[in-house]
């Protein structure tokens, strides 16, 4: 899956996930028109682990072992 990545936050931005590069990128340019063409946007692959790729924040997921209980 590909998403868009945004260099100035480090992050997945606008929620968009594709299975191609140039689909994600051409959903990209129709979600914002002329914003597109600056530099700090690209069409990066999701790496596996992130929890939700709809998420447009892309949190990673966090595994607790079981058993281990927390103490806060």
Do not use: C, L
């Not at 447009?56 to 103490?71: A, D, L, T």
């Amino acid at each position: 899956m590909y998403g868009i990545w945004n260099d100035v936050e480090k992050r997945f931005v606008f929620g968009i996930t594709e299975t191609t590069k140039d689909a994600a990128w051409r959903k990209f340019v129709k979600r914002v028109g002329k914003t597109s063409y600056k530099w700090r946007f690209e069409a990066r692959a999701i790496p596996k682990g992130f929890s939700n790729p709809k998420n447009p924040h892309y949190q990673k997921q966090v595994k607790q072992k079981e058993g281990v209980q927390r103490e806060d």
